[in-house]
């Protein structure tokens, strides 16, 4: 069909020229026979191409590919939860920086980092509808630490799982798998001593489905770890990357 739409329109530009045009004219007319035989040309060819690759007539565009060229692509399905995001703020800082939008930057990171593996991501607000009932193979929600000065020992992280729930195994080897690959990625120390009650009784963990493995993440205190939150948010990012896949791939962290 294309072919021939193409095959009549020649002779018809033909006999719209005069036979004695000005040389402003037969310029005009000769840039207007250039674009007629190169668009010709064109059509041409792509119906040539129609016909030699029937049902294919145009090359079709590639599937996204989020892999790394290079790195054997992972499977599985993974949630992480930007903490307070869509709810509140979160801890705030003199200056005005919130938790939520330093969880939500490094949940952003962790979310790319994932997806460049092969892992499917659900990127999840705080009270997100989805988590009623969530089935992946890993569940994470990120958080940060106070930006008020406690003390000078509160600096680091630390990352727990549910006080009580049928999973309590496999959530044990996630938090083993992030606390060690965190560790070793940032340099940050485990804050064993200010895991709290909000922590392990956090509401995500009974929302899911019970077979998810689920942990919280405190990726740092805002006010003595905040250069390194604001700034190296990538590092942070890749260390609860390398602690997701430790654990999906089981590996020994
Ligand atoms: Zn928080």
Redesign the pocket.
């Known amino acids: 069909m294309i072919g021939r739409m193409a095959a009549r329109k020649r002779p018809v530009q033909r006999r719209s020229v005069p036979a004695a045009a000005s040389p402003h004219r037969q310029a005009q007319t000769g840039l207007w026979r250039s674009i007629f035989i190169v668009t010709t040309l064109a059509i041409g060819l792509l119906a040539v191409y129609g016909l030699s690759n029937p049902g294919k007539a145009l090359p079709s565009p590639q599937p996204a590919t989020t892999a790394t060229p290079g790195v054997t692509p992972r499977s599985g399905h993974i949630g992480i939860i930007a903490?307070?995001w869509g709810n509140d703020s979160?801890?705030v800082c003199d200056d005005g920086l919130t938790?939520v939008s330093v969880?939500l930057d490094i949940a952003q990171r962790v979310e790319s980092g994932l997806k460049q593996l092969g892992y499917q991501v659900d990127l999840l607000q705080e009270f997100d509808s989805r988590l009623t009932g969530y089935r992946a193979e890993a569940l994470l929600s990120i958080?940060?630490d106070s930006c008020q000065y406690v003390n000078d020992e509160a600096t680091g992280f630390k990352v727990a799982s549910a006080a009580n729930r049928s999973t309590s195994d496999r959530d044990r080897q996630l938090v083993d798998c992030l606390t060690r690959r965190y560790a070793q990625r940032t340099g940050l120390p485990f804050h064993a001593g200010s895991i709290t009650y909000d922590m392990t009784d956090y509401h995500g963990f009974y929302e899911i489905s019970a077979d998810t493995p689920a942990a919280i993440i405190e990726t740092g205190f805002l006010y003595l770890d905040r250069a390194f939150l604001t700034r190296d948010a990538d590092k942070a990012a890749q260390g609860i990357v390398d602690g997701l896949e430790c654990f999906l791939e089981q590996q020994t962290p």
């Open positions: 903490g307070h979160g801890t938790e969880n958080h940060a």
